[in-house]
T-cell receptor
Framework: AQSVTQLGSHVSVSEGALVLLRCNYS??????LFWYVQYPNQGLQLLLK??????LVKGINGFEAEFKKSETSFHLTKPSAHMSDAAEYFC?????????FGKGTRLHILP | NAGVTQTPKFRVLKTGQSMTLLCAQD?????MYWYRQDPGMGLRLIHY???????AKGEVPDGYNVSRLKKQNFLLGLESAAPSQTSVYFC??????????????FGQGTRLTVV
């Protein structure tokens, strides 16, 4: 079965520093991939999605992700962290009619 | 511009009681999903539906039933609640994929506690 693995359940970065959240997927074909963000006591909101039109995908709030087929990865980055980025981030894959989520990475921003 | 609406937002049940969670979407989406979210486990798919009158099992379907009698509604039922079903439940919907990548839109969640 297809799945995604998020490395690190918690990541801490200083305000202004680079944010890197890792996601690897298991798939024999290029999958449909997503990153979602969840703020406290809220539902999930789409950050970005892979569309196969470009390997570098830009999302909301300055986030972007790069699809690397050779590494089966879809890591999420942001050049400069802001306090408002503190949230939980989920990578997801949609191999068929389902959408399967990773276990999430909670991002902490240090002042 | 409601999107996906879940009812209720909070509920406390006693072990053995039954209840139904309602999910309604106004985006004319074909696909609907029920997930549960537990600390450290991410979101796990309970059941999903690819259209009115259809349902299918996800990763953790045991103890739950669903119905999709109307396209806009997706009901999740617990026939005999157990403490292990204490969780936050999310409903989501998406349009049918037609050669492209379609994302899911989420409700605000239902926090269920079974005592």
């Amino acid at each position: 079965a297809q799945s995604v693995t998020q490395l690190g359940s918690h990541v801490s970065v200083s305000e202004g520093a680079l944010v890197l959240l890792r996601c690897n997927y298991s798939s024999s074909v290029p999958p449909y991939l997503f990153w979602y963000v969840q703020y406290p006591n809220q539902g999930l909101q789409l950050l970005l999605k892979y569309t196969s039109a470009a390997t570098l995908v830009k999302g909301i709030n300055g986030f972007e992700a790069e699809f690397k087929k050779s590494e089966t990865s879809f890591h999420l980055t942001k050049p400069s962290a802001h306090m408002s980025d503190a949230a939980e981030y989920f990578c997801a894959v949609s191999p068929d009619d389902k959408i399967i989520f990773g276990k999430g990475t909670r991002l902490h921003i240090l002042p | 511009n409601a999107g996906v609406t879940q009812t209720p937002k909070f509920r406390v049940l006693k072990t053995g009681q039954s209840m139904t969670l309602l999910c309604a979407q106004d985006m004319n989406h074909e696909y609907m999903y029920w997930y549960r979210q537990d600390p450290g486990m991410g979101l796990r798919l309970i059941h999903y539906s690819v259209g009115e009158g259809t349902t299918a099992k996800g990763e953790v379907p045991d103890g739950y039933n669903v119905s999709r009698l109307k396209k806009q509604n997706f009901l999740l039922g617990l026939e005999s609640a157990a403490p292990s079903q204490t969780s936050v439940y999310f409903c989501a919907s998406s349009s049918r994929r037609q050669g492209g990548n379609t994302e899911a839109f989420f409700g605000q969640g239902t926090r269920l506690t079974v005592v």
